[in-house]
């Protein structure tokens, strides 16, 4: 009721309520009322849109953000598979070549020997690749 009171002191609508009263032309009055009814709601409605696109750009924001943060961890990641992959191929070309040099070689190795290298690379292999998987 209050807000009707403010509205009724307002100069437009003393004048437009006298000029109905007066007779002058109701239509003006009726016309006033009906664009400030119809001003008051545009407006209410634009302060809800505006609330609503500020809302939007928050979750934006933190999408964004997000969005940020797992795409780092996802780089960080690739780069240590990569360098896991990098480091297991330098390690079969060593164990590749210990291979060659075992075969080629008319030296009396004991085959035991070579087995405990072999094995020996072999587990540091291992341990590369399990290491690269728990990042």
């Not at 634009?46 to 997000?66: G, P, R, T, V, W």
């Not at 990098?86 to 190795?109: G, P, Q, Y």
Request: charged share 30%; proline share 1%.
């Amino acid at each position: 009721m209050e807000e009707n009171k403010s509205h009724a002191e307002k100069y437009d609508f003393q004048h437009g309520y006298t000029s109905g009263l007066e007779s002058v032309d109701k239509n003006n009055y009726e016309g006033y009322l009906s664009s400030q009814v119809n001003f008051e709601w545009l407006d209410k409605q634009l302060q809800e849109q505006k609330q609503e696109l500020n809302k939007l750009e928050e979750k934006i924001a933190h999408a964004k953000s997000a969005y940020k943060s797992a795409f780092d961890a996802l780089q960080d990641r690739v780069l240590k598979v990569g360098l896991a992959g990098k480091n297991k191929e330098r390690l079969e070309s060593a164990l590749f070549e210990i291979d060659e040099k075992s075969t080629n070689s008319k030296s009396a190795v004991s085959p035991l020997l070579i087995n405990i290298h072999f094995l020996r690379v072999l587990f540091t292999l291992s341990r590369v690749f399990l290491s690269s998987l728990a990042i």
